[in-house]
Nanobody, 119 residues
Framework: QVQLVESGGGLVQAGGSLRLSCAAS????????MGWYRQAPGKQRELVAR???????NYADSVKGRFAISRDNAKNTVYLQMNSLKPEDTDVYYC?????????????WGQGTQVTVSS
């Protein structure tokens, strides 16, 4: 089993910043892609940012230039630095990890962390 523990969500005013962290633990060979998704009530979960094991990244158009994803492979942790936050960034943010175990790739999700941006 793999556990993803998120932290760093909260309430911030528009224009402010937050940093999300997600630490992976458990039994696995390696972490491949890691990413952050967000979901509002009644809507589909959408990709915010994703980072591959080699450091390549991709972002949703709505966050390009404001958010930055990074990872510390030694700590099995992925971060999301969110700057210039807008009220429309308010959502529950979920960490995702693709894990290599027993020659198979498994997908794991964190429990979610609430980000609320006030206007």
């Amino acid at each position: 089993q793999v556990q993803l523990v998120e932290s760093g969500g909260g309430l911030v005013q528009a224009g402010g910043s937050l940093r999300l962290s997600c630490a992976a633990s458990g039994r696995f060979v390696s972490l491949n892609a890691m990413g952050w998704y967000r979901q509002a009530p009644g809507k589909q979960r959408e990709l915010v940012a994703r980072i591959l094991g080699d450091g390549r990244t991709n972002y949703a158009d709505s966050v390009k230039g404001r958010f930055a994803i990074s990872r510390d492979n030694a700590k099995n942790t992925v971060y999301l630095q969110m700057n210039s936050l807008k009220p429309e960034d308010t959502d529950v943010y979920y960490c995702n990890a693709e894990v290599l175990l027993d020659r198979l790739i498994y997908n794991y999700w964190g429990q979610g962390t609430q980000v609320t941006v006030s206007s």
